[in-house]
T-cell receptor, first 110, second 112 residues
Framework: GQSLEQPSEVTAVEGAIVQINCTYQ??????LSWYQQHDGGAPTFLSY????GLEETGRFSSFLSRSDSYGYLLLQELQMKDSASYFC???????????FGPGTRLSVLP | DADVTQTPRNRITKTGKRIMLECSQT?????MYWYRQDPGLGLRLIYY???????NKGEISDGYSVSRQAQAKFSLSLESAIPNQTALYFC???????????FGPGTRLLVL
């Protein structure tokens, strides 16, 4: 089976840095994705790690360690608009599908 | 115009009714997906299709059926709706084994 764990909630202040962790157990692993979802909105793609290491896209970075079955999303210079839910998703079954984690709700305070 | 559209955006129905949720995409993607979202549970896969002639069950397919009428269209049906199917439903498309899924705006379904 597959399971992913994320913290349910994280709170930080504007300008700060926050890290959202994701641990997974899957049968077959292809890569780890991160999606952002604002209240009432659709999930939107943020990043993908197919290999170990750090991927950087502007203020957001994502890290993967296959040996630890662990990844994280790092958000820097937090802005109020970053308040949203963040989901990690594992690409498993030899790349056929994505399995999503339960999501982490990030609240950015002024 | 949105690349992935879903209709209706909101639907209220009664237990036992048959309903259909529709999804269209203009991105030319071959793969399409239906997910269900419940609070605290993330997105769970209902059905997916890799091309017009390919339909596959996901994690929670019981009580649902799908039809891939064309490459651009993928509809989800609830044959006999029940209250625990009350949820937010998302359609998504993906190009081959690409890294990104593109989601529609969602359909909020309430079964009374």
């Amino acid at each position: 089976g597959q399971s992913l764990e994320q913290p349910s909630e994280v709170t930080a202040v504007e300008g700060a840095i926050v890290q959202i962790n994701c641990t997974y157990q899957t049968s077959g692993f292809y890569g780890l994705s991160w999606y952002q979802q604002h209240d009432g909105g659709a999930p939107t793609f943020l990043s993908y790690n197919g290999l170990d290491g750090l991927e950087e896209t502007g203020r957001f970075s994502s890290f993967l360690s296959r040996s630890d079955s662990y990844g994280y999303l790092l958000l820097q210079e937090l802005q109020m608009k970053d308040s949203a839910s963040y989901f990690c998703a594992v690409r498993d079954n030899y790349g056929q599908n994505f399995v999503f984690g339960p999501g982490t709700r990030l609240s950015v305070l002024p | 115009d949105a690349d992935v559209t879903q209709t209706p955006r909101n639907r209220i129905t009664k237990t036992g009714k048959r309903i259909m949720l529709e999804c269209s995409q203009t991105k030319g993607h071959d793969r399409m997906y239906w997910y269900r979202q419940d609070p605290g549970l993330g997105l769970r896969l209902i059905y997916y299709s890799f091309d017009v002639k390919d339909i596959n069950k996901g994690e929670i397919s019981d009580g649902y059926s799908v039809s891939r009428q064309a490459q651009a269209k993928f509809s989800l049906s609830l044959e006999s709706a029940i209250p625990n199917q009350t949820a937010l439903y998302f359609c998504a498309s993906q190009e081959g084994e690409g890294e990104t899924q593109y989601f529609g705006p969602g359909t909020r379904l309430l079964v009374l």
